[in-house]
């Protein structure tokens, strides 16, 4: 069962009658607090101190790969998880909460740190699009559904965090 203090779920908002989500847990993060964007000609190809760059390690201790291309990975701190196991219970009657389950992938759009989605040639786009196609079909879509282990097929929420000068 998810606790509403900590897991990811859903609850009524009665004022303007929307169902929002909610993720406690994501405040867990690590922050490497507010950076001030540096001018485009200041910015280096590779940071060493960078979670996203090819080759470093990330907050969870994973290490990236050797990138060379468009890169994508679960999310280390994922706003929702898919455990079909689980659900939630309001802790009050007046808090109405419903099951948030979900999938959250990261895009690194170039190895390199130093480039925008602007600054990114033709191929590099493409090459963007096409995975985010295929993450799509994969993770989303009825026949990416249909692919999937047996049990595993229930649709799914897909939250992005993009990063594209990471
Ligand atoms: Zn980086």
């Known amino acids: 069962m998810i606790d509403v203090s900590s897991g990811a779920h859903r609850r009524y908002d009665a004022l303007n009658r929307k169902w929002v989500l909610v993720s406690p847990h994501r405040t867990q993060r690590p922050w490497?607090?507010?950076?001030?964007?540096?001018?485009?000609?200041?910015?280096?190809?590779?940071?060493?101190?960078?979670y996203l760059c090819p080759g470093n390690v990330r907050a969870s201790g994973e290490r990236n790969p050797?990138?060379?291309?468009?890169?994508?990975?679960?999310?280390?701190?994922?706003?929702?998880t898919?455990?079909?196991q689980n659900g939630v219970t309001a802790p009050h009657p007046l808090l109405a909460v419903q099951t948030a389950r979900g999938i959250c992938r990261v895009m690194c759009f170039s190895p390199r740190h130093d480039l925008s989605l602007g600054d990114i040639d033709i191929a590099g786009l493409l090459q963007v699009i096409d995975l985010w196609t295929e993450q799509y079909e994969r993770h989303h879509s009825r026949r990416g559904r249909k692919e999937a282990p047996a049990g595993n097929r229930a649709p799914l929420s897909t939250r992005w965090e993009v990063r594209c000068r990471k």
């Open 32 to 50: 490497n607090g507010q950076e001030e964007p540096q001018p485009h000609g200041n910015r280096l190809p590779y940071d060493p101190k960078c």
């Open 82 to 84: 898919y455990d079909p």
């Open 66 to 80: 050797a990138y060379s291309q468009t890169h994508v990975f679960a999310n280390d701190f994922p706003a929702l």
